[in-house]
Nanobody, 126 residues
Framework: QVQLVESGGGLVQAGGSLRLSCVAS????????MAWFRQAPGKEREFAAA????????RYADSAKGRFTISRDNAKNTVYLQMNSLKPEDTAVYYC???????????????????WGQGTQVTVSS
């Protein structure tokens, strides 16, 4: 079965950095569009970043532009989210998602993705 396992979350001070990882198994990783979403307490799950199957195309939420970088290593079945200049409002559970659909404008929508990880908590203190 398909599994997406996130890691790398934790507690960091404002202005700090974290690198999240998501290891996928049970699917042909190099064929999938991958993304990161996040959900803060009491809020809807929101899009953070997405990347095409070969890494040639990326998309970011406005809140992530200039601070977050999504990347992937198909040889390791892993997608990453490098987060810099973190703010308290970045505090959330971060989820990895996978879709068999080709990268498109729809890739910012949660409904675009078939598979989800369990999430990793990121807490940014002020």
């Amino acid at each position: 079965q398909v599994q997406l396992v996130e890691s790398g979350g934790g507690l960091v001070q404002a202005g700090g950095s974290l690198r999240l990882s998501c290891v996928a198994s049970g699917l042909t990783f190099s064929s999938y569009t991958m993304a990161w979403f996040r959900q803060a307490p009491g809020k809807e799950r929101e899009f953070a970043a997405a990347i095409s199957w070969n890494g040639s195309s990326t998309r970011y939420a406005d809140s992530a532009k200039g601070r977050f970088t999504i990347s992937r290593d198909n040889a390791k079945n892993t997608v990453y989210l490098q987060m810099n200049s973190l703010k308290p409002e970045d505090t959330a559970v971060y989820y990895c998602a996978a879709s068999r659909r080709g990268f498109s404008v729809g890739s910012a929508s949660a409904g675009f993705y078939e598979y989800w990880g369990q999430g990793t908590q990121v807490t940014v203190s002020s």
